[in-house]
C-alpha cells in the first residue's frame, strides 16, 4: 500500500492506518502510528491472521487537509459489482475450505472516502445547486449523472484518472480549422456601438456578476472599468484583460483555443504523466504533449491583406501562442511565397534552408507552397510592452508542396475547410483526432471524462486488433442559449439536432459525421480519404462526407452521451437563416454525390429508410412541404376557376373542404418536449417548453422556407455556393436594405405569390358568392416570411427607423444615368453593375438587371425547360378563365402601350425617377379608366395572364438569340487573346454580340414591366417594414419590452414605464438572474472566467 509514485507524498503524511476485520460477530483494529507525522518512504505493510476478511480499511493523515484526495495513491485490488475498489480480499486459507464461509458484506473492502477525509459531521458542507449561477448548476448536475451514464457504455470502474500513464492514455490531437474567425474581440469592435449600446456593453448585461468579478479582480469598480474603456483611457493590461473577457464570452477562437486547454490541464495534473520527461523530449514542454497537442489551423495566417490576410488576427494568434507557450499549442498554416507577408516569407525560407541544408538543393530553389508548422519560440524572453511579431516564432515542421491548398479556378475551387483540415493532418500525431470548430469551449468537469471516452474505441475487454467504430460523436452544450431570444431559438434547434436526433439515428446504426466535434480514428482517416471531401459545388457540406466514407468501408459511427462539449450557434437572425440557408444548398451537392448512390445501393430498404433522415431527408422534407403550401392554393384556384364549390368537393367526401387549423408539424415538437421534461423535470420542461413555443414558431416559419428555398434554388442551378454569415452579436441591428438583399428571393417574393394568388382565389368565390376557405395558416405563413426579420430586429428606435427608411428608399427610387448602349466595353455587364450589399450606391434595378442576365451562365436545355413551364401556365390560365377576363385584356393591352411610350419618354429625358413611377401606375391605372364596372377577379387574372404572356415572349426570343450564332453571347470574350489582330477581330466581335444581347434583356427588362414588378414589391415591403417596425418601437418605448424578449431585460426599462431607451452601463439598475451570468469558470467553458458570487464576496476578493 503505497504512493502512486512509490514514494510518499511530502507534507502532511499518513498518521495512521485502520484496518476492521471481521471474524465471526468480533471487530479488531489495528492502529499503526507514530510520533506526529511519519516520513515513510516506500509502503506499509499489514499482515493478518487467516482467516481474517477485511470488512473495512481507511487512513489518516495528520493535518486533515482536503487537497488529498485519495485517487492520489496506488490502489491496487478488484472490483465488486463494477462499483467499488478492493484495496485487500483475503486469499482462501485451508480453514475456509474447510467449511468456513465469509459473510456476504464482508466479501470486498470499500474505501470509505469520507472517513478518510474528515472525521466530523460534514451534514452542512452539502452544495445547493441552485445557488450557483444555471450554466454551472447545469454542468456539475450533467457531470454527475454523466458518471452512471460511463459506466453502462463500457468503462471499466476500477480505473481511475489520476493513476492512468503515459501508456495508458490514449493520444488525442485537438484541430481547430479558421479561416479569418474573429480571434480575440478587438477593442474597436468592443466599443462600437449598434445604435443604442456598444457591443461590450450588451456582453456586460448578459454577465453582470462575471463583470463585477473581473473589475474586482483588477481592483477597480464595474462602472469604472467600463467607462475607462469606453473612452480610451485604460491601461494596456486592462484592455487585453477586457478583451479576452469578452473573447471568453462571444463565438471567437480564443474561447476555442483555451477549452481545449482544458484537456492539457486535466493531463498536466496527472502524476504519472506530469512526472514523465524524456532526454530526448523538447525543453520548455509539459510531459503530456506525447499524449495531447493542440493545432489551431489557420488557412490566412501571413497573408497580406490583398490576400485575405488580417493582420489584427495574426496579432491575436501571436497572443495566443504566447499565452500558452507552456502548452503543446501549435499553429499550423498554408505557406503561398506571393501572397505571404515579407516577414513570414523570411521565417519560413530560412526554416527551409536549415531544413534541407543536408540536400544539395539547386542554386534557384524557391519555396513556393508549403505547410508550416509553428509555435512560440521558448528562447523568446518577451518583455512588458513589447509588441509580438512574426519573428516570435520557431517553425517546427515543413512540408514543402507542389500544389496550392485550394486547387481549381476561381470561381470553381476546392472546398476552403476541407483544404485546411488536410493542412492540419499532416502535423497530427494523436491516434485520436477532434475537430473542433471556432466557436466552442469545454469546462473543465468533461475534459476529465475525455480519456475514459476515448477508451471505449477500443475496450480492455475486446480484441486489441479491432476497433469497435471509427467515428465518435457526444452531446453540445450551446453556451449561446442565453444569448436573447434568437440564440435560445437555435440553441433548441440544435439541442435537439445534436443529442436527441443523434442517439436516435446512432441506434439505428445509420449515424454520420456532422461536423461536430467528434472524435475520429486519426489512423483511419489519414489513409482513407481524410476527414472530408473538398469537391467544389458538390462538397459545400464537407463534414458528412467523413461518415459515408465510413459506412462504404464497413466502419460505424457512434454517439455517447456521457459527455458535452460546448458549441456557439448564430445569434442574429438573419445569419441564422442564411445559415440554414447555406447548409440546405449544400444538401443538394449530396444528393448529387456518388457517395449517396453507392450507400443507397448497397443497403437494404429498411436501413435505406433510415439513412434517408440520416442524410437528406430533413431537407428534402422541408422543400415537399413548401410545395404542397402553393399546390394547395393553387388547387382552390383551379377548382374555383371550374366553377367547383366547398360543397362539391365535400360530396367527394375530400378533406379539403374543411380548414386545417393545427399542423401535423407540430408532432416534431414532442421529441424536444420529451427531452427537456426527462432533463429538467415536468415543472422546469413545462415551462422552458411553452415559453418558447411562439418565437420558435415565428422563427422556424420563416427558417424552414430558408431551406426550402436553398434546396430549389440549388436543384435548378446545380451549384451550392459557400455564404460566410460571420457571428455578429445578438444586439447588432440589420437594416430593411439588408434584408431586402438577404431575402428578397427566398421569403419575399414566394410570400407576395401566395398572397396574390390567395387575393385571386377569394375574389373569385366572392364574386360567384361561393363560400371560401379562410386558409389560416397560409396567410399567417405568407405574413411571417415578410415581418420576421423586422419582429427580431434588435434596438428598435425612432430615429434608427428614419435612417433605415432613408437609406431604403434611396436604394429603391435610384437609377442609373446610362444605359447598356452608353456603357464601355471594359468587361462584362455583370461586372460593371453596382449589386453588393456593402456598395452604398447600389440600387434596386442594378440589382434585378443582374439577375436578369445570370441565365447566360445556365445551360440552354435549362433555359428551354423555364420557358416550356412558363407556357404550361400560361396555357391553365387562359383554358380557365371566363370571358370577361378576355374582354379586359385589351384595355391592358393598351395601358401596356401608354407604358412602353413613357418608357421611351423617361429614356430621352435622362431617366427621372418621378416619370418612371407615373410609368409604373400607367399599367394599373388605365384599365380601371376605360371600365370601370370591371370585376376583381377578371382584373386581376387579365394582369396575370399579360404578365406572363410577357413573360413567354421574353423568353422565348432570348431562347432564340442564344441559339442562332450571330447573336449568341460570349461570356469568355475578355479572356479572349488581343494580338494578332485577327484574334484581336474576333474578340471585337464577341464583345459586340454580347454587348447587343445584353441590351435586348435590359429592353425587356424595362419594356415588359419586369422592373415595374420589383419596384411594387419593393414599396409594398416598405409598407409592412414600417408598420412592422413602428410597433416594435412603440413596445421598447413601453417598458422595453422589445429588448427584454429579445436580448435581456437589462436592456429594457423597468416594467411600467415608458420613455426614452437609455445607454445600459455596469451598475445602474442590472437585475442579475440565474439566467443571464450563467457562464463563468467552468461553466463558461473556455476558460478565463470565474463563477459567479454574491457582492458580500467583492471586499475579500479585492483583499
Known sequence: FGSSSGVLMEGPCISSLHVRTHKGTETKDFDISGAGDLNVQGAFTVTLEPPCPVYEMYFRTAQQEEAMDPTHWSLKGETHDGKEKVLIRQKETREMANGYRLPRFSKVGPFLVEQWRKDFDTSDSDLRLDTLPAAAAELLSFFTVSLKTLLKEGIDPTERLLECSIGSLPTLTQIIPSFNETVINSEKSLIDEDGVQSNLAFIISQYPGEWDNLAAKLRTSARELFLDFISRTS??????????????????????????????????????????????????????????????????????????????????LLQLLEMYREWPVYLAFDFDSKAARKPVSHLVEHAAVDKFKPIQLKKDFTLRYASALVRYSPSRNRQHGHKLSYQDLQVIELLPRRHPLLIGTPNFKSQGKAGNQLNALRFAGGHYIQMMDANMGASFSEACKVPFILKMFQPAQIDRRLVKFRILGFREFIFTEHHGAVGGIMASAESSFGTICQRFLAGLDVRMHYGHPDFIDAFWASNRGSLSKASPAIN?????????????????????????????????????????????????????????????????????????????????????????????????????????????????????????????????????????????GCLEGFCRFFKSVLSILIAFTFINKSIASGVSTAMVTGEGNYIATGRPNANTHFSWRECYFVHCQTHYYPALNLLMWYLVYHSITYEHETSALPMFIIVFTAMMWLIAPMLFCPQPRFTRLQVDMREYWKFVVATPKESVRGRSLKGLLEDQLRVGYSDQRSTLYEMWLARALEHK??????????????????????????????????????????????????????????????????????????????????????????????????????????????????????????????????????????????????????????????????????????????????????????????????????????????????????????????QGGDAGGGGGGVLSIPPSATSSINS
Request: charged content about 20%.
Open 540 to 680: 459545400l457540406s464537407e463534414d458528412i462526407f467523413a461518415g459515408f466514407n465510413a459506412r462504404m468501408r464497413g466502419e460505424r459511427s457512434e454517439h455517447s452521451d456521457a459527455l458535452a462539449w460546448e458549441k456557439g450557434r448564430e445569434t442574429s437572425f438573419n445569419t441564422s437563416s442564411m445559415f440554414f440557408y447555406k447548409v440546405s444548398t449544400g444538401n443538394v451537392g449530396v444528393m448529387r454525390s456518388r457517395d449517396l448512390k453507392i450507400l443507397c445501393e448497397r443497403l437494404n430498404i429498411a436501413d435505406n429508410l433510415s439513412f434517408y433522415f440520416a442524410s437528406i431527408g430533413f431537407y428534402l422534407n422541408n422543400w415537399l412541404i413548401d410545395m404542397s403550401i402553393k399546390v394547395y392554393l393553387f388547387v382552390f384556384v383551379l377548382l374555383t376557376l371550374a366553377s367547383k364549390t366547398l360543397e362539391d368537393v365535400g360530396k367527394l367526401g375530400s378533406l379539403l373542404a374543411s380548414e386545417w387549423i393545427v399542423s401535423m408539424g407540430i408532432i416534431a415538437t414532442l421529441p424536444r418536449f420529451a427531452e427537456l421534461i426527462l432533463e429538467y
Open 235 to 316: 491601461s494596456a493590461d486592462h484592455v487585453m484583460e477586457v478583451r479576452l473577457w469578452a473573447a471568453m464570452r462571444s463565438q471567437t477562437v480564443a474561447k476555442t483555443v483555451a477549452g481545449a486547454i482544458r484537456y492539457h490541464e486535466v493531463l498536466g495534473m496527472i502524476p504519472k504523466v506530469e512526472g514523465y520527461q524524456p532526454r530526448d523530449f523538447m525543453k520548455n514542454f509539459h510531459s503530456h504533449a506525447q499524449v495531447g497537442q493542440l493545432i489551431i489551423a489557420h488557412q490566412t495566417f501571413g497573408k497580406s491583406d490583398k490576400d485575405e490576410g488580417n493582420e489584427d488576427n495574426d496579432q491575436s
Open 857 to 1078: 451562365r445556365r445551360s440552354k436545355t435549362l433555359q428551354a425547360g423555364i420557358l416550356v413551364w412558363n407556357f404550361v401556365l400560361l396555357g391553365l390560365l387562359v383554358g380557365l378563365s371566363q370571358v370577361g377576363v378576355f374582354i379586359g385584356l385589351w384595355d391592358f393591352f393598351v395601358a401596356f402601350i401608354c407604358h412602353c411610350v413613357l418608357i421611351m419618354v423617361w429614356e430621352a429625358f435622362g431617366r427621372p425617377e418621378a416619370l418612371m413611377l407615373f410609368a409604373f401606375l400607367s399599367v394599373f391605372l388605365v384599365p380601371y379608366l376605360f371600365m370601370p364596372d370591371m370585376l376583381l377577379c377578371d382584373y386581376l387574372l387579365a394582369l396575370l395572364i399579360l404578365i406572363q404572356c410577357l413573360c413567354v415572349i421574353k423568353q422565348a426570343v432570348l431562347l432564340v438569340c442564344r441559339l442562332y450564332p450571330a447573336t449568341r453571347p460570349n461570356m469568355k470574350w475578355p479572356e479572349m487573346p488581343s494580338k494578332p489582330d485577327a484574334e484581336w477581330r474576333k474578340k471585337k466581335n464577341a464583345a459586340n454580340r454580347t454587348r447587343r444581347y445584353d441590351m435586348l434583356v435590359e429592353y425587356f427588362f424595362i419594356n415588359f414591366m419586369e422592373y415595374e414588378i420589383h419596384l411594387l414589391c419593393a414599396l409594398f415591403i416598405l409598407i409592412l417594414n414600417l408598420i412592422t417596425q413602428l410597433l416594435m418601437v412603440l413596445l421598447d418605448w413601453i417598458g422595453g419590452l422589445h429588448s427584454w424578449f429579445l436580448l435581456n431585460r437589462n436592456l429594457g426599462l423597468e416594467l411600467g414605464t415608458c420613455g426614452k431607451r437609455r445607454k445600459y452601463e455596469p451598475g445602474h439598475g442590472q437585475r442579475s438572474t440565474r439566467g443571464a451570468s450563467q
